[in-house]
C-alpha cells in the first residue's frame, strides 16, 4: 500500500467516523437529530449532512434555529494552516475550476438565500494560521465568523475590506450577497486523531445499544460500513431506516441506555453538539466573548442563577443526574456546590479528558497505583490571613498563580500548591473514584493550612479535568468563602487570571 492510498483511507475514516457521531442519535429517541445524509447533498458540503426537529434545533450566532448542518471533511495527514486567500483556491480542496468559497455560495443560493435556516461548515484538522487577517474575524465559541467586525463600513484599503473584496469579486456578488453568504459559514477545526475518534464513539455506541468494537482490534467496521452503503446508494437515513440498516449489519448490540442527560455549556465543541444528545442543555455561550465573560458581574448575577435553577430542576425529579459540563471550571465548581454531597442526588460527569467517558465516584475500584496529591506552601506575605491554592493536576500553572497571587492579592498569606506525584499531565487522573478521592485529599489538605492560618478567604485556581472540580464544588459549603478564577487564554483582558465567581452568593 502506498504513502498515498493510506492518507486517502485516513480521510475516508475522519469522515466516516464523523458521520457516526451524527448518525448514532437517530438511536435516541430525545435527540433532535432526525436524519442523516453521508456523500449527499450541495457539491463541497456534502460529506455529511444532519436535519433537526424545527422545534429543538440548535441556535446560530444570531438565535435563529438551524434546521440543516452541511459539513465538509477535509482531513491532512501532517498538521499545517490556512487563511482566506485559500478559501478562494480551487486546488487548495483538489478541484480544478471551483473554489470551497464558491462551492459554498452555490449551497447558501439553494438552501439559505437569506442567510439563515442553513449552516455550511468546514471541518478539517489544519487551523487558521496565526498571523492570517481571517482569524481576527472568527467566533472561537462558533467557528462562525464576526460580521459586523468583518462587515464593519471599512473601505477595501482596510484589513477587513481586503477580505471581502477578495471574496466578493471571487464570486462576483454584492456586499448585501456576500453578507448573507458569510452568515451561514463556520471553518472548524478538529485537531483530535482518528484514535480519539474512535475512542469517543466507544462510549457514544454503548449508550446507543451498537455494538463495541475492543480497542485492541486494529480494524473498525464503522470505517468500512458507510462505504459500503455508499456502494448501495443508501445515503440518507431517519430513525427508522437507520435502525434497520444497523440490524441488517449485525450492528446492534441491544437496547439504547437512555440517560436522561442535562447539559452546560459555555463554549462549543467542534463537532460534538451538546443538544444533539441531551434531554436539555443551559446555554451561556451568549455571556462570553469567545472565553471571556462579557461582564465580570454576570459571574454571580446572572449565570450562577441560571446554573442553580437549571440543576434544581434536573435534580427535582430525577434522582439519577448525568451531565456534560463543556464549561469553564467556574461552572464545573459552581454546579458541584449546587449539587453538593448533601443533596442525595447520584451524578455522572461525562469527561472529556483524552477520550470521553462517564466519571461517577464509585466508577472503578479504587488503585493504590493512582497518583496522590503532592503538596507545597509557598510563602506569599506573612501577616496576610487568606490562602490561594493552585491544583497543577492537567497543567503547571504554580509560577503564573505565585506570580498573580504576589502582585494583586495582598491579602493572601500562603498559596498552597497540589500537584500529582509524576507531575501534571491529561492522564493525571485516571477515573471518577480517583478524582472523588484527589478532591476529597485536597479538602482536607486545605481545612488543615485553614487552621494553622486561620484563614478567613480561599482563592482557587484550578487547571484540572471537570469531573475534579465539580467534586471539589461538591465540598463548598465546607470550605467556606471561595473565590475561583479563570486564565484569560485570548488576552482579552489581563492575558492572565482573572476573579470570576465568589461562593457563598
Not at 50 to 67: H, T
Amino acid at each position: 500500500m502506498t504513502q498515498a492510498v493510506a492518507v486517502r483511507r485516513d480521510g475516508d475514516a475522519f469522515q466516516a467516523r464523523v458521520f457516526w457521531r451524527k448518525a448514532a442519535c437517530l438511536l435516541d429517541p430525545l435527540s433532535p437529530i432526525i436524519r442523516v445524509g453521508f456523500e449527499s447533498g450541495p457539491k463541497g458540503f456534502d460529506d455529511v449532512w444532519v436535519a433537526y426537529l424545527p422545534e429543538r434545533a440548535p441556535s446560530d450566532q444570531e438565535g435563529k434555529p438551524i434546521l440543516r448542518e452541511h459539513i465538509q471533511c477535509k482531513w491532512h495527514v501532517s498538521m499545517s494552516d490556512f487563511g482566506y486567500i485559500d478559501l478562494v483556491n480551487p486546488e487548495w480542496v483538489n478541484a480544478n475550476s471551483f473554489s470551497l468559497l464558491q462551492r459554498a455560495h452555490a449551497a447558501q443560493l439553494t438552501h439559505a438565500p437569506d442567510g439563515t435556516g442553513s449552516r455550511f461548515k468546514l471541518l478539517t484538522n489544519w487551523r487558521i494560521g496565526q498571523s492570517d487577517p481571517l482569524r481576527a474575524y472568527i467566533h472561537q465559541r462558533s467557528k462562525t465568523l464576526r460580521l459586523k467586525n468583518l462587515f464593519d463600513g471599512t473601505t477595501d484599503r482596510s484589513v477587513a475590506g481586503r477580505i471581502r473584496k477578495l471574496w466578493r469579486e471571487h464570486l462576483g456578488i454584492t456586499e448585501q450577497e456576500l453578507m448573507w453568504l458569510v452568515r451561514t459559514l463556520s471553518l472548524d477545526t478538529d485537531s483530535a486523531s482518528l484514535d480519539d475518534h474512535r475512542d469517543n464513539l466507544d462510549l457514544l455506541f454503548e449508550n446507543r445499544g451498537l455494538r463495541r468494537i475492543p480497542a485492541n482490534e486494529s480494524s473498525f467496521i464503522y470505517d468500512d460500513v458507510v462505504f459500503q452503503w455508499l456502494s448501495q446508494g443508501r445515503l440518507e437515513f431517519d430513525r427508522a431506516t437507520f435502525r434497520e440498516a444497523c440490524k441488517r449489519e449485525n450492528l446492534l448490540a441491544g437496547e439504547a441506555r437512555v440517560h436522561k442527560a442535562f447539559g452546560v455549556k459555555s463554549f462549543e465543541h467542534p463537532f460534538d453538539r451538546l443538544e444533539d444528545r441531551c434531554e436539555v442543555v443551559l446555554d451561556l455561550i451568549p455571556h462570553f466573548d469567545e472565553r471571556a465573560i462579557r461582564e465580570q458581574t454576570e459571574w454571580s448575577n446572572v449565570l450562577y442563577p441560571k446554573l442553580r435553577s437549571f440543576l434544581q430542576a434536573a435534580g427535582k425529579d430525577n434522582q439519577h443526574v448525568r451531565l456534560t459540563l463543556d464549561a469553564h471550571i467556574t461552572l464545573a465548581f459552581a454546579a458541584g456546590s449546587v449539587l453538593n454531597i448533601k443533596s442525595g442526588r447520584q451524578v455522572e460527569i461525562e469527561q472529556r479528558t483524552i477520550n470521553r467517558q462517564v466519571w461517577h465516584a464509585s466508577d472503578m475500584p479504587k488503585d493504590p497505583t493512582w497518583s496522590t496529591f503532592e503538596f507545597e506552601i509557598a510563602q506569599v506575605n506573612g501577616t496576610a490571613s487568606e490562602l490561594a491554592v493552585a491544583v497543577c493536576l492537567t497543567h503547571e500553572i504554580a509560577t503564573e498563580v505565585l506570580a498573580h497571587v504576589s502582585a494583586l492579592l495582598p491579602q493572601v498569606g500562603a498559596l498552597l500548591i497540589a500537584r500529582p506525584v509524576g507531575g501534571a499531565s491529561s492522564r493525571s487522573v485516571a477515573c471518577g473514584q480517583h478524582a472523588f478521592d484527589l478532591a476529597e485529599s485536597l479538602v482536607s489538605q486545605i481545612k488543615s493550612s485553614r487552621v494553622d492560618r486561620k484563614v478567613a478567604g480561599l482563592h482557587l485556581f484550578i487547571a484540572a479535568p471537570n469531573a475534579f472540580t465539580f467534586f471539589l464544588g461538591q465540598r463548598q459549603p465546607g470550605l467556606g468563602p471561595v473565590t475561583l478564577y479563570e486564565y484569560d487564554f485570548e488576552g482579552i483582558r489581563s492575558g492572565g487570571y482573572e476573579p470570576s465567581l465568589s461562593l457563598p452568593v
